[in-house]
């Protein structure tokens, strides 16, 4: 129970990784905010356990910051994330916006809006889940690539300037989870390249790791724990990649 008493807030926790680290942290003695935007799916996690659903939508900064009005967070997994599929040259920028909205501007502000109360507290946690794509590019994510790169910056900074307030920051890289979304973009691919999806999964995104297998969201979930407790307190303004072996080769 190393989060007894704390409050954690989880983006995109409705389901995939963010349901993994909202039930570990649950698990841990947090009491965790779930938020999301898919309302039904972020009550039953809420309900499972013995949390709070918050519905909103990421791409809604207004609606962001007026949700954490009075909230007292402890920890911050920035998790939530989306994705669209474009060459550079044909990239909408509505979608590039929006992906930056979701994926930046809105950790951005969680961060503004829940810094201070850690501060004062003088203890606080933030975990971000961004991805080998934080630290390598990749054709047709040019608005993914370029989020998950801003983020591993943001918590550089966050890391710097929280330390002396007990205030700790990292991220976590990975590779392809076992999501939902992961098996969507592999259906999308497909579409794209004329093949089958699991072709995709084991010729393109396993393709460059040495562990040919999908990582479970609980690994990811284990990690956000550990970088949440006690025995961590030095780690901080990292990035842990979670690939199996992708970045070794």
């Not at 807030?9 to 389901?15: F, I, K, P, Q, W």
């Not at 946690?125 to 630290?135: K, L, M, Q, W, Y």
């Amino acid at each position: 129970m190393t989060l007894a008493g704390r409050t954690a807030l989880v983006t995109g926790a409705a389901s995939g990784i963010g349901a993994s680290c909202a039930h570990r942290l649950a698990q841990d003695g947090a009491h965790v905010l779930v938020l999301d935007n898919n309302r039904e799916a972020a009550r039953e996690v809420a309900s499972d356990i013995g949390g709070q659903a918050v519905i909103v939508d990421l791409a809604d900064l207004a609606a962001v910051e007026d949700a954490l009005v009075g909230c007292e967070v402890d920890v911050v997994v920035n998790n939530a994330g989306i994705q669209y599929l474009a060459l550079l040259h044909e990239f909408p920028r509505k979608e590039f916006t929006r992906l930056l909205d979701v994926m930046v501007e809105a950790p951005f502000r969680i961060a503004r809006a829940t810094l201070p109360g850690m501060y004062a507290r003088r203890w606080g946690r933030f975990v971000h889940i961004t991805s080998i794509r934080g630290v390598r590019g990749d054709r047709r994510k040019a608005a993914y690539v370029a989020a998950k790169h801003a983020v591993e910056g943001l918590s550089k900074t966050i890391a710097l300037e929280g330390a002396e307030n007990g205030v700790t920051s990292n991220c976590i890289s990975p590779a392809w989870v076992e999501t939902p979304l992961t098996h969507e973009l592999a259906q999308r691919q497909a579409n794209i390249h004329g093949t089958t999806p699991d072709r995709i999964l084991t010729d393109v995104m396993l393709g460059g790791a040495a562990i040919k297998e999908l990582v479970a969201p609980e690994e990811i979930a284990d990690l956000v724990a550990h970088l949440c407790s006690g025995s961590a307190r030095h780690t901080t303004g990292t990035s842990i990649p979670v690939d199996g072996g992708w970045l070794a080769g």
